[in-house]
């Protein structure tokens, strides 16, 4: 059964709660991409930030005895201060709407936890990521752009900054890690992370390899190129409209709570998830290259 709803209205929220009362909730909805929350701003605060809060007033005045999940960001911890692990408490410091509104929904799920003693949890995920993954956030853009790329799809992949650093896991192994968030014995906040950071460009690296590109990197600033050497092609270039006004540089998680407490700890490592996603996306230009692209695009929904 599909029922319809909307976190940036309170009565249908209060609508689905009050006629499904379920045990477990788990706010997974947002305006969750960091450079359109730039753009949206608004927008961004409202779903992200007051659609936390509307759930949790909706829990607080049904007094239902659910199980609250909020999916709190490692956007919320911005500028780190040193080259560090962040974990449970290391101050939060975000750099743009997004990271703020999350901040909010994140202290707000606490102030609801004890002031009204609602089971609420904030799981602080690091980036997690899988063929799932919308086609705009970076690794997704690479998997499937140099798949095209290397399939003559595409001529080249536009990126922007390659130095920035972050903690990817696989999505799947911190779903499992969220469930285990919401059984354990009391409501608690959880770092979930790889303990592994990479850059954009060491990204782009471990899939030209797989792809059998022999890429090697020219240039500086938004002049840099990535070439392929065996054709002497280039198939990366510098867009400066995906730099950020403010830009998160460095992220490295330390999931040592969960591991702890939760027994949680990911199975998947940085390498084998380039693999599952270029994979995935390499079988996807190989349908588009034999479909057309109109057809393609009809056919799957991507
Ligand atoms: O950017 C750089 C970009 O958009 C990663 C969301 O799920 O994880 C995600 O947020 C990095 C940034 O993800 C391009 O500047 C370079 O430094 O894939 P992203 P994100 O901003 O880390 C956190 C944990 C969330 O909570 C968010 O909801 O890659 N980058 N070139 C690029 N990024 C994009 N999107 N596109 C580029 O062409």
């Known amino acids: 059964m599909t029922i319809y709803g909307d976190l940036s209205e309170s009565s249908s929220l209060l609508n689905i709660l009050s006629k499904i009362k ?8 947002a305006q969750s ?3 359109v929350s730039f753009d949206v701003p608004e927008y961004t605060a409202n779903v992200t930030g007051l659609g936390a809060l509307r759930l949790l007033d ?11 999940y909020q999916a709190s960001s490692s956007e919320m911890f911005g500028k780190v201060s040193d080259d560090k692990h962040q974990n449970e408490n290391t101050p939060f410091n975000p750099q743009s709407p ?8 994140y202290h707000l799920t ?10 609420a949890s904030n799981g602080i995920l690091f980036n997690h990521e899988s063929p799932r993954r919308g086609i705009t956030f970076v690794t997704r853009k690479i998997t499937m752009g140099l ?19 972050r903690d990817w896991g696989y999505a799947k192994d911190y779903v499992e890690g969220i469930w285990k968030i919401l059984q354990y014995k009391t409501p608690e906040d959880f770092v979930l992370a790889t303990g592994e950071t990479h850059t954009v460009r060491q990204f782009v690296e471990e899939a030209a390899g797989l792809l059998k590109f022999d890429l090697v990197w020219k240039g500086k600033g938004v002049k840099e190129v990535g070439i392929d050497k065996k054709r002497n092609k280039t198939i990366i270039e510098i867009d400066p409209s995906y730099f950020r006004p403010k ?12 591991k702890k407490l939760l ?11 380039v693999e599952i996603m270029l994979k995935n996306d390499f079988d996807l230009a190989k349908k588009e290259l034999k479909l057309g692209r109109k057809v393609f695009v009809k056919k799957i929904n991507i």
């Open 22 to 29: 379920p045990d477990e909730i788990y706010n997974l909805g």
């Open 247 to 258: 830009e998160v540089d460095y992220l490295l998680g330390d999931a040592s709570k969960a």
């Open 33 to 35: 991409h960091v450079q």
């Open 147 to 165: 798949s095209r790329v290397k399939l003559g799809l595409q001529g080249t992949l536009k990126l922007g900054n390659l130095s920035s650093q």
């Open 98 to 105: 997004y990271g703020l509104a999350k901040v909010f929904a």
């Open 110 to 119: 606490k102030i609801y936890r004890d002031s009204y003693h609602i089971f």
């Open 58 to 68: 909706v829990i607080r005045h049904l007094k239902l005895p659910v199980r609250y």
């Open 263 to 273: 027994n949680w700890k990911p199975k998947i490592n940085f390498r084998k998830l």
